[in-house]
């Protein structure tokens, strides 16, 4: 895959960046613009978040400790693993560059679309990428077309929830993904910076139980989607403690900055808070998706805190195309994501994330008006 594709394009690489849009479709710096394109819980991050940074401030004059080892012991606990079992990371894109560095020079495959940052790090570790493509519109995985795609492949990368289609590979498929993998030699990297989302208590969601039982499974987490904490970095890897190891000699020392890493034990404590955010994905989550689906736009089941969307098939014959949408939308004042960079996607899908219900009230009611007003 050519770096081109990720510096060339007009399109910003990640959600958000509203300025450098607002200047590419010449609109006033200043539009007011209500953002679904950055996929974060709304909730967050739990209110006593900033007094407690406060109160930790007096020590950023010391330097964090060097093994993480409270941080390592809540996430251990979390998850029922052990502390050498995990690898606190500077968000998961820091867990992402890890995993891809323990595999530098290797065959990889991508499950796309997916999230870019995998690509990214494969290109900077001189990983080879082919791309195993989910099929449109539903983005389900046929796990044997799956499997018959890995000869020679040596490292598997996959999103679970993906970002952007919101779909989740079930326990089942993994299970026969482990096994098949397991035999052919072939490592499985699983990014679950979403799972928290999926709405099963976590230990049901997570892959993390099956580390016991596959040593060439990772897993990458990010504690900054659930918690909203994307300025702060925070994330982490599950691995056997030989690929832990491993993976502490590709880490800089002291990355994960002290504030962030002192306040992991507090937010998994949290409880109020992750019952809180389950509350509101079991009743926003499918009423969303009903009133988009309403608006005649083809809608991906979500099993994550985003929809995948695009004009739906008679919108799409009358020459409605989801770049038309975009630039409509951000004209009533709505930003939602693009998909120009996730392989496979080319643009023709749009992300949106899921936001508090007024204001995923006010998304359906500009897009209601977009639709009226191109369709007519
Ligand atoms: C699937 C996925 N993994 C990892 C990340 C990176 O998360 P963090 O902000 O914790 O680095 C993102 C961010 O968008 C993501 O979508």
Redesign the pocket.
Known sequence: MSQCMWSCSPWPK??GQAEALLAHFSLPADHRLEDFS??LNPLGPPAWVSDWLVKQLADIERYPAPDYSAARQAIAAHHHLQPEQVLLT???????FIAAALHAGKRAAIITP??G?YARACFAHRLSVAELALPAPHFTLDIDSLLAGLNGIEVLFL?RP??PTATLIDISAMEALLDHTAAIGCHVIV?E??IDMVGKPPQQASLAPLLARYSHLIL?H????FYTL?GL???YMLADTAAIKAAESHQPAWSVNHLAAELVAPLLKDDAFARRTQRWLASERPRMSQALSELGVDVVPSQACFFLIRPGAEQRAAGLSSDMLFERLLHQGVLVRHTHNFAGLDGEWLRVALRDEPANRRLVAALKKVLHDCLR
């Open positions: 990640h959600g950055a996929n500077n968000g998961g894109a820091e867990a992402i997916s999230f940052e999103c993906n970002n990014d910076a979403f990458l990010s504690m900054t989607k994307p970095r925070l994330g």
